[in-house]
């Protein structure tokens, strides 16, 4: 018998909140995080707004001196995974330590560091450069360091797969427990891309939204208006444990993961496959993998981006995979409030759509103001609803073709 996994922690850090309840509150709330980049001068560029985590002071988690050895991207998957254990009340001691594995991906990295250091060797030399720029550099440094400052010994690895990065972790995590090689895994995804060279190499293919005097405004998946998506930081986690070893230690069951999908698109590096056919086959996939029909499914945290065409072949592979259920099904792109958090984004949204069972509450898309007829499904615009959700759906796609679906079900 397959071992079941369930969810017994969440964290995140997002432009809205440096927690799993701010964050929430301002999801239903209709609230944007968006605004103008503060970390750097933006005048000669084209795009001036991201969404950007906000007084998030990773001291409050490890001493300045490690502080200083990791990158913001490793601080962020630090943060949210302490605050996930923290709520699934899960304490690693040498009782645990080896059946405890950690999956953290980041589409990018440490480009903020990477970044510091181009400019010290270009204008200071070699020898200037951070012996810690390896360690700060590297994706699979956050599910390292996570796994060294909390004494986590399981399976220990990251996932790139651009911004399907963070549901695929969840993914494999939720994979890792099955098949018995841990009872838990820390999973999700971090990251922190609002760097000068980033911003301008989004920019310069034209992925972004030049809305610069609207900010708030300018992220509107699915409305005919949308120019591009917004760029964000930040970082999702949760606790994946053994169902059984969940109840036995007390803990209290958040969902059960019950369905996940990944496919390739195998067609371009950054336009979706025509008609979504991809993305349509991940979905399909999650709901096989559950044992659940479309008109079961109760709510989709879309990866609505906000691009043109992004939002076009979502509305169309989920009209593929859903069939008459389309029709029914309640969908929302929370990137309409956070941004895109890239590498994160799938397991942040992996967690909105757990909370929106857990409270009945499903969040909005805002900005929705102009129907785009490619898109016509029920995306919850602009104010969030309440209404029991028994089963939920998270989207995340990525540059390369990735495709990632995950289901969850009230417990």
Same mark, same amino acid.
């Given at each position: 018998m397959s071992r079941r996994v369930v969810v017994t922690g969440m964290g995140v850090l997002t432009p809205l909140g440096n927690n799993v309840c701010d964050t929430w509150e301002g999801l239903i709330a209709g609230k944007s995080g968006i605004g103008y980049i503060s970390t750097f001068d933006t005048s000669a560029f084209p795009v001036r707004i991201a969404g950007e985590v906000r007084n998030f002071d990773i001291t409050e988690f490890m001493d300045r001196k490690s502080a200083r050895r990791m990158d913001p991207f490793q601080h962020y998957a630090f943060g949210a995974s302490v605050?996930? !254990?923290? $709520?699934?009340? !899960?304490?690693?001691? #040498?009782?645990?330590?080896?059946?405890? *594995?950690? %999956?953290? /991906?980041? =589409?990018?990295?440490?480009i903020q560091s990477l970044s510091e250091q181009f400019r010290l060797l270009h204008e200071r030399g070699p020898d200037r450069i951070s012996p810690f720029l390896i360690t700060q550099m590297v994706p699979d440094l956050a599910p390292g360091q996570v796994s060294i400052l909390l004494g986590a010994r399981g399976p220990n690895f990251s996932i790139v797969s651009a911004c399907?990065?963070?549901? $695929?972790?969840? /993914?494999? =995590? =939720?994979?890792?427990?099955?098949? *018995?090689?841990?009872?838990? %895994?820390?999973?999700? /995804? #971090?990251?922190?891309?609002?760097?000068?060279?980033g911003l301008a190499g989004f920019s310069n293919m034209r992925a972004l939204s030049t809305r610069n005097d609207e900010p708030q405004t300018a992220s509107r998946p699915f409305d005919a208006t949308r120019d591009g998506f917004v760029m964000a930081e930040g970082a999702g986690i949760v606790v994946l444990e053994e169902y059984e070893h969940a109840v036995n230690r007390g803990a209290k069951p958040l969902a059960e993961l019950i369905g996940y999908g990944s496919t390739a698109d195998a067609n371009h590096i950054t336009d979706p496959a025509p008609g979504g056919e991809g993305a349509a086959r991940a979905m399909k996939q999650a709901m096989a993998q559950a044992g659940i029909s479309p008109d079961e499914v109760d709510y989709l945290n879309a990866h609505g981006t906000s691009t043109p065409p992004n939002d076009r072949s979502e509305s169309a592979a989920i009209r593929t995979a859903f069939g008459a259920a389309a029709s029914n099904l309640q969908v929302s792109s929370t990137k309409s409030m956070t941004g895109h958090m890239m590498g994160a984004a799938g397991a942040a949204e992996a967690v909105f759509a757990i909370q929106a069972i857990r409270t009945g509450i499903i969040p909005p898309t805002i900005n929705y103001q102009t129907p785009d007829p490619e898109c016509d499904l029920d995306y919850v615009p602009n104010e969030a609803r309440r209404r029991e959700v028994r089963i939920a759906m998270s989207n995340a796609f990525g540059f390369g073709g990735h495709n990632v679906s995950v289901a969850f079900r009230a417990i």
């Open positions: 605050e996930a !254990l923290r $709520h699934a009340e !899960l304490t690693i001691d #040498s009782t645990n330590r080896d059946r405890i *594995g950690v %999956v953290i /991906g980041s =589409g990018i990295g440490g399907a990065t963070g549901a $695929h972790a969840i /993914g494999e =995590g =939720g994979e890792i427990v099955k098949r *018995g090689q841990a009872d838990i %895994v820390i999973a999700g /995804g #971090s990251e922190a891309p609002i760097v000068p060279i």
